[in-house]
């Protein structure tokens, strides 16, 4: 069923409709339009989206990859910067780790 087929309108609407100086059914019409452009545009923006996140992740990756491969020394500079940036040690270890245990293994 399309949404024309089941949009019914009360009396006093039809009238408020009409008074406007289109007929209810160019109404319908132009509702079904509205609404198939609508979803046309989340379709594109949605397939943008998925396009957005595909590329970080896969940046992210190259990231991670490179930054397993640092000496040591370049790496403390990296959480050194990170900390100095004001995020905790939890979010440091998480970022650079992947994981983080608390000191107690609690």
């Given at each position: 069923?399309e949404?024309a087929d089941?949009m019914?309108f009360s009396?006093q609407?039809?009238?408020e409709?009409?008074?406007?100086?289109?007929q209810v059914i160019?109404f319908?019409?132009?509702?079904v339009?509205?609404?198939q452009?609508?979803k046309?545009?989340i379709?594109?923006?949605?397939d943008?989206?998925?396009?957005?996140v595909?590329?970080i992740s896969?940046?992210?990756?190259v990231i991670r990859?490179?930054?397993?491969?640092l000496?040591p020394?370049?790496?403390?500079?990296?959480?050194?910067r990170?900390?100095?940036?004001?995020f905790?040690?939890?979010e440091?270890?998480?970022?650079?780790?992947?994981?983080?245990?608390?000191?107690?293994?609690?």
């Amino acid at each position: 069923m399309e949404v024309a087929d089941m949009m019914c309108f009360s009396e006093q609407q039809k009238e408020e409709i009409v008074h406007t100086g289109i007929q209810v059914i160019e109404f319908k019409r132009s509702i079904v339009k509205a609404s198939q452009t609508a979803k046309e545009v989340i379709e594109i923006v949605r397939d943008m989206l998925l396009k957005l996140v595909d590329g970080i992740s896969k940046s992210l990756q190259v990231i991670r990859q490179v930054y397993k491969n640092l000496h040591p020394k370049e790496k403390y500079k990296a959480v050194r910067r990170l900390d100095k940036c004001g995020f905790s040690e939890k979010e440091i270890n998480l970022m650079v780790g992947g994981s983080y245990h608390c000191r107690n293994n609690c």
